[in-house]
């Protein structure tokens, strides 16, 4: 069955450095999400991504976020200087087409110290 | 705004017992509705769904029914094994398919043997 892969499955910065978070959407996909999940709360959406462009973006999508599709099949996620409470998993999500259900990877575990 | 209000967890079990997650939403609209279960180290499995009112999604023994009336969307399994052991998260995607989804804080569940 088709996967969305994230990686790396754990990465541990120091704040203020820079991260790049990576996801491979399944191919035939044509919307892609960002969320993360703060340890104990809710998963929280980030941003959403259709056409070469953004779509929508939460309040937590501020100027230090970016997302990008460079090469037509990695979705990044990128944040700028890093902050301690940017310590989540970050999950990535595709779908094929509006009505059809979301496939997940199985997250980012991100750390700043 | 929309949101998805979910029953505290942790929630412990025998094998075999009766499970019930409750999960009520607030949205404007006529929302999809979803349940989706997180195994340890893994990501986001969606479970079922269903998409209107007095629908039953269904997998894997799991059961929910979206009432409208009750504005709810109460997660069941009539026996549960240990390998349901997981996180079940309850979601809703307003009209507007495209959307991001809306999560709820999660229910961590243990079956013990």
């Known amino acids: 069955e088709p996967e969305v892969t994230q990686t790396p499955s754990h990465q541990v910065t120091q704040m203020g450095q820079e991260v790049i978070l990576r996801c491979v959407p399944i191919?035939?996909?044509?919307?892609f999400y960002w969320y993360r999940q703060i340890l104990g709360q809710k998963v929280e959406f980030l941003v959403s991504?259709?056409?070469?462009?953004?779509?929508?973006k939460s309040e937590i999508f501020d100027d230090q976020f970016s997302v990008e599709r460079p090469d037509g099949s990695n979705f990044t996620l990128k944040i700028r200087s890093t902050k301690l409470e940017d310590s989540a998993m970050y999950f990535c999500?595709?779908?094929?087409?509006?009505?059809?259900?979301?496939?997940f990877g199985s997250g980012t575990r991100l750390t700043v110290v | 705004g929309d949101s998805v209000t979910q029953m505290e967890g942790p929630v412990t079990l025998s094998e075999e017992a009766f499970l019930t997650i409750n999960c009520t939403y607030t949205?404007?609209?006529?929302?999809?509705l979803f349940w989706y279960v997180q195994y340890p180290g893994e990501g986001l499995q969606l479970l079922l769904k269903?998409?209107?009112?007095?629908d039953k999604g269904s997998n894997k023994g799991f059961e929910a029914t979206y009432r409208k009336e009750t504005t709810s969307f109460h997660l069941e399994k009539g026996s549960v094994q240990v390998s349901d052991s997981a996180v079940y998260f309850c979601?809703?995607?307003?009209?507007?398919?495209?959307?991001?989804?809306?999560f709820g804080s999660g229910t961590q569940l243990t079956v013990l043997p």
């Open positions: 999500a595709s779908k094929a087409e509006q009505g059809q259900s979301d496939t």
């Open positions: 191919s035939n996909h044509l919307y």
């Open positions: 991504f259709y056409n070469n462009e953004i779509s929508e």
């Open positions: 949205a404007t609209g006529y929302p999809s």
């Open positions: 269903a998409t209107k009112a007095d």
């Open positions: 979601a809703l995607r307003s009209s507007g398919s495209a959307r991001q989804l809306t």
